[in-house]
């Protein structure tokens, strides 16, 4: 119940492309979604973050899109450029309870290709 | 804004010493932080939630005595690594979160080497 599944575990995509990261989740309760970035030997950087309350959310090259019905979200980054490799990372949380603590997917491994 | 700090870096000991690792908020106070451990190639996991002056909450398997959390203040909280050995080995991570809000901050993260 309180794990968020992320698919795929590495994606190759050429320059120019549209890399897609997709991620689902089991807990309705959750209410706030952000995708993360990292860079080897760094921290994770917030990219982008989504609620329930709407079906998409675009910042520049990025969006997320969200299916509350079933229980998934992805993350789009179009004209995908080799500094966008990167590890990348969504999570979950519930934004109302406790400490809101952060249930993150498994990890992308994204290589842009030039 | 929303910058976390984290120090130091990196850190080499030597097997059975104590380490702490600091991180801090710079430009907001944080009500929230969290430490997490991350292992090569994988997914970060919590360790511990802590709210400032009060003791920090573990995750299930995280041996308290072992990891030591202080929350001294709104913008500083210490994770001490007691006694370590080569299997703490690890990528620390620290965020925090400000008032409210749901974000969290992220800090650049402290590479341990226990030799």
């Known amino acids: 119940q309180q794990q968020v599944k992320q698919s795929p575990q590495s994606l190759i995509v050429q320059k120019g492309g549209i890399s897609i990261i997709n991620c689902a989740y089991e807990?309705?309760?959750?209410?706030?979604f952000p995708w993360y970035q990292q860079f080897p030997g760094k921290g994770p950087a917030l990219l982008i973050a989504?609620?329930?309350?709407?079906s998409e959310k675009k910042e520049g090259r990025f969006t997320i899109s969200f299916n509350k019905s079933a229980k998934q979200f992805s993350l789009h980054i179009m004209d995908s450029q080799p500094g966008d490799s990167a590890t990348y990372f969504c999570?979950?949380?519930?934004?109302?309870?406790?400490?809101?603590?952060?249930?993150f997917g498994q990890g992308t491994r994204l290589t842009i290709n030039p | 804004g929303a910058v976390v700090s984290q120090h130091p870096s990196r850190v080499i000991c030597k097997s059975g010493t104590s380490v702490k690792i600091e991180c801090r908020s710079l430009d907001f106070q944080a009500t929230t932080m969290f430490w997490y451990r991350q292992f090569p190639k994988q997914s970060l996991m919590l360790m511990a939630t802590?709210?400032?002056?009060?003791?920090?909450?573990?995750e299930q398997g995280v041996e308290k005595d072992k990891f030591l959390i202080n929350h001294a203040s709104l913008t500083l909280s210490t994770l001490t690594v007691t006694s370590a050995h080569p299997e703490d080995s690890s990528f620390y991570i620290c965020?925090?979160?400000?008032?409210?809000?749901?974000?969290?901050?992220f800090g650049p993260g402290t590479r341990l080497t226990v030799l």
């Open positions: 989504i609620r329930p309350d709407v």
């Open positions: 802590s709210n400032e002056g009060s003791k920090a909450t573990y």
């Open positions: 999570a979950a949380s519930m934004s109302r309870q406790g400490a809101q603590k952060l249930v």
């Open positions: 965020s925090a979160r400000q008032g409210a809000g749901d974000t969290q901050y």
């Open positions: 807990n309705t309760a959750f209410d706030y």
